[in-house]
């Protein structure tokens, strides 16, 4: 792809590929023919921008998805008339009118949300019910859910979806995925009315049985490797492009950025790119992480700057003041890129700022 130059008003330009997307959902969807693949679409679509991921999941036949709180599963709705969307934190105190006038459906994870909501929804409403399977994190214990099986509180509180979550799924040898499902399959058959959804990205790619009726990835819909390590099955969906402001010259022994971190060797050309941390793009890939220019990849100089990133251009000659150099993109995928920042590809994505100009493209 030729990059073109970005609008002049902005620093960077972030481009979602919704095709690739949709591609990503479609595939993870083959994987289980005969499960429902829904979509975590929690913080504004893993920071790809709720209001185009989500309309282009539901043309494509996606029909649930998952958020983490009540103000994100207000938003989904506005855009989602037909959609189920669970709200995977739960029913905070006093909030089952705001679901209720919404259609959401909180993830009850104790006795007293379970309480709370079979008030509110009288069965008529439904819910899931989180089991905790090995992350104490949210959830009642499998034996707390075995014993709440037969109690009228699941009928009253409409549970139509029992739910667990892999401890984990991106480590398919360890043991706890085998005795998560162990407990999982125990507690489905406890609840037989009700559907059953354990697996996320990496949990759609295990062995052995974790797809059950709902699918719930998040990552892999965006580019994510579901299984890393192993080439990556999924489209890569962003691609982030800062524009270069100025080249210049060093010699040896001269310094740049905060700090003077780096010297230079010998005489080196560098770029100033008009991106930096506050855009998302982490400091913790200062003097590791690297961009290409013309698909050159150049070092990422010093430390990174709140608005600026300094780039040896050295070896790129097609660098040119009004260019372009890819952050993300190419082969510098979000798994790269949260490698060289000593953190994963998901806070990557999350994390991807609202300074830039947003190119949807379908
Ligand atoms: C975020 C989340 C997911 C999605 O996980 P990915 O690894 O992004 O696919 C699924 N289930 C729960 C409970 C989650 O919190």
Same mark, same amino acid.
Request: overall charge positive; aromatic content about 4%; glycine content about 10%.
């Given at each position: 792809m030729i990059a073109s130059d970005l609008s002049p008003g902005h620093g960077a330009r972030l481009t979602v590929d919704l095709a690739a997307l949709v591609a990503n959902w479609r595939a993870l969807a083959a994987r289980a023919p005969h499960a429902e693949c829904g979509a975590v679409v929690k913080a504004d679509a893993y920071g790809c921008g709720l209001a185009a991921v989500a309309p282009a999941l539901?043309? $494509?036949?996606?029909?649930? &998805?998952?958020? $983490?709180? /009540?103000?994100?599963?207000?938003?989904?709705?506005? /855009?989602?008339?037909e959609a189920a969307i669970y709200v995977l934190n739960g029913l905070p105190p006093g909030a089952g009118a705001a679901f209720a006038g919404h259609a959401l459906r909180p993830v009850l994870g104790d006795r007293e949300e379970l309480a709370e909501w079979a008030a509110v929804s009288d069965g008529r409403l439904p819910a899931a019910l989180h089991v905790d399977t090995g992350m104490n994190r949210l959830g009642l214990s499998?034996?707390?859910?075995?014993?709440?099986?037969?109690?009228?509180?699941i009928g009253q509180a409409g549970i139509d979806l029992v739910m667990s979550?892999? &401890?984990?799924?991106?480590? !398919?040898?360890?043991?706890?995925?085998?005795?998560?499902?162990?407990?999982?399959?125990?507690?489905r058959a406890a609840f037989p009315s009700a559907r059953a959804s354990?697996?996320?990205?990496?949990?759609?790619w295990l062995a052995g049985d974790t797809r059950y009726d709902l699918l719930r990835p998040g990552y892999a819909l965006f580019g994510g490797n579901p299984e890393p390590g192993r080439p990556n099955p999924m489209r890569p969906v962003v691609r982030l492009e800062a524009t270069i402001l100025q080249i210049r010259h060093v010699e040896a022994g001269e310094t740049c950025g905060y700090n003077a971190r780096w010297t230079a060797?010998? !005489?080196?050309?560098?770029?100033?790119?008009?991106?930096?941390?506050?855009?998302?793009? !982490?400091?913790?890939?200062?003097g590791r992480g690297r961009a290409l220019v013309g698909g050159v990849p150049c070092p990422i100089l010093g430390l990174i700057s709140m608005d600026l990133i300094i780039l040896d251009v050295t070896d790129a000659p097609a660098a040119r003041r009004g260019g372009t150099a890819t952050l993300i993109g190419d082969r510098l995928d979000i798994d790269t &890129?949260?490698?060289?920042?000593?953190?994963?590809?998901y806070e990557i994505l999350t994390g991807l700022g609202s300074r830039y100009v947003r190119n949807y493209v379908e």
């Open positions: 539901a043309r $494509a036949g996606c029909r649930t &998805v998952f958020v $983490a709180h /009540l103000s994100e599963g207000i938003a989904a709705r506005k /855009l989602l008339p499998v034996a707390q859910a075995l014993e709440l099986a037969g109690d009228p509180v979550h892999l &401890v984990s799924a991106e480590c !398919p040898a360890d043991p706890i995925n085998v005795r998560q499902a162990a407990d999982f399959a125990r507690l354990l697996a996320n990205s990496s949990g759609t060797p010998g !005489p080196r050309r560098l770029a100033t790119l008009s991106l930096g941390y506050a855009d998302g793009y !982490p400091r913790a890939a200062s &890129v949260g490698q060289t920042a000593g953190t994963i590809g």
